[in-house]
């Protein structure tokens, strides 16, 4: 069938482009031939909408298919890649900058999540699209590598703080040319109470692996945990979600395990409760781009005999006040569940001054019930998962 001819159709319905994209990434050869096409716009669409533009154009292209699609869809791709690669490469150079800087100040992050598996796992790192670089570290390394990101001109936003309202920070800076160069920090892996303590930074710096694409003092952790952590990410930030990028990384990551790993995989999820948290996101995931190897880890997680805090979180769309719910009720006693409370009720005055642009304390209380009635509605609110 040519394809081109074919875009030119009614558009099929989202569901249909997504389904057409995400067979075209797993088999570009076989995708390329006898499938009903949608529509070149819906392509592009479900492609960027799920960020894997860039990743589609590449496996077409690779396996010789990429003409035979739609000419629009293939301008998408090669005007997108264009600006990935230099973007990428400025990056990439601040990147190794600023991870010898924290390397030379005695901090020790852990790269995880998109850039670890961008670096590791795919042919090229543009091709896992991301918006920053998430480090894991030490809380007692937080002052260190503040000190170094703020001498390297990087900013941090006015965001609340405490020791139980979140578990990571954000800096970023914008070069000469408009770039941004972003991150996430984070000192536990999840800001949710159920799955913040489920993979602790000592078990995982005990388990990491170098990342020489990001220079001789970089690391990452191994594939087992590596999955695992893409897997809570997904459970804990956006419940439900289908986004296919996340999907296939899970896919990569789960592909590469062999009967050992697979086994320890099993093992530390069955520990910590993730069982169906994995399942679920591998189950997602083989059913897009699947294969036997992730098909027989998805097995060996069925039969395991789940705990009582297995999978709290998997399914959304949540509302604010199932957060706090959840968070309330995983909290280990009532002086720490009045502690977060307070915290989310009166963020630091350093963080109301600068959220509402005031210098006077003498504003605060009024804005702190300011803060509360405009939050009210956003509390019943479902945050929708993220495709």
């Known amino acids: 069938m040519d394809v081109r001819l074919s875009a030119r159709a009614a558009p099929a319905g ?18 390329a031939h006898g499938s009903p096409m949608a529509g070149a716009a819906a392509l592009i669409a479900a492609a960027s909408r799920h960020r894997v533009l860039l990743l589609l154009g590449w496996r077409l292209r690779a396996a010789g298919k990429l003409e035979e699609w739609p000419v629009e869809l293939v301008g998408a791709f090669q005007t997108a890649e264009r600006r990935a690669i230099a ?14 800087e924290l390397s030379a100040a005695g901090v020790r992050p852990i790269v995880f999540k998109g850039a670890a598996v961008a670096h590791s796992h795919y042919p090229a790192p543009h091709l896992r699209a991301r918006a ?15 000190d170094v990101l703020s001498r390297m001109g990087y900013v941090r936003p006015a965001e609340t703080s405490g020791r139980l309202v979140s578990y990571q920070s954000h800096y970023h800076k914008i070069n000469r040319y408009g770039i941004v160069h972003a991150f996430d920090v984070h000192w536990r892996i999840s800001n949710l109470q159920e799955l913040a ?28 945990h590596a999955l695992l952590l893409a897997l809570l990410h997904r459970a804990g930030h956006h419940p439900g979600s289908r986004n ?8 990569l990551l789960a592909s590469g395990l062999g009967p050992e790993q697979m086994a320890r995989l ?10 169906r948290i994995a399942a679920d996101g591998l189950s997602l995931a083989s059913g897009y781009f699947g294969n036997a190897a992730v098909a027989s880890i998805i097995d060996m997680l069925q039969t395991q005999e789940p705990r009582q805090d297995d999978a709290v979180v998997i399914h959304g769309p949540w509302t604010q006040a199932d957060v706090l719910r959840l968070d309330l009720g995983a909290l ?17 005055p350093a963080y109301m001054r600068a959220r509402y642009g005031v210098r006077s304390n003498v504003l605060l209380p009024a804005l702190y019930v300011w803060r509360a009635l405009l939050g009210m509605p956003k509390w019943l609110r479902p945050h929708q998962a993220e495709h």
């Not at 989202?14 to 570009?28: C, F």
């Not at 920053?132 to 503040?146: G, R």
């Not at 489920?198 to 995982?204: C, F, N, S, T």
């Not at 099993?266 to 069982?275: D, V």
């Open 87 to 100: 973007v990428d490469c400025i990056r990439h150079a601040e990147l190794l900058a600023a991870l010898a």
């Open 14 to 31: 989202q569901t249909d482009a997504v389904s057409i994209v995400a067979r075209a990434i797993h088999d570009p050869v076989g995708a």
């Open 332 to 348: 280990p006693d009532w002086r720490a569940r009045a502690r977060l409370m307070r915290e989310l009720l009166f963020p630091p």
């Open 197 to 224: 303590n489920r993979l602790a930074y000592d078990e995982l710096w005990h388990c990491r692996v170098r990342l020489d694409a990001l220079g001789p003092s970089a690391v990452t952790v191994d594939d087992v």
């Open 266 to 275: 099993g093992e530390i999820a069955g520990a910590r409760g993730l069982t």
């Open 244 to 251: 296919l990028l996340w999907l296939y990384d899970f896919h």
């Open 132 to 146: 920053d670089t998430d480090l894991l570290v030490p809380a007692s390394e937080l002052p260190a590598l503040e």
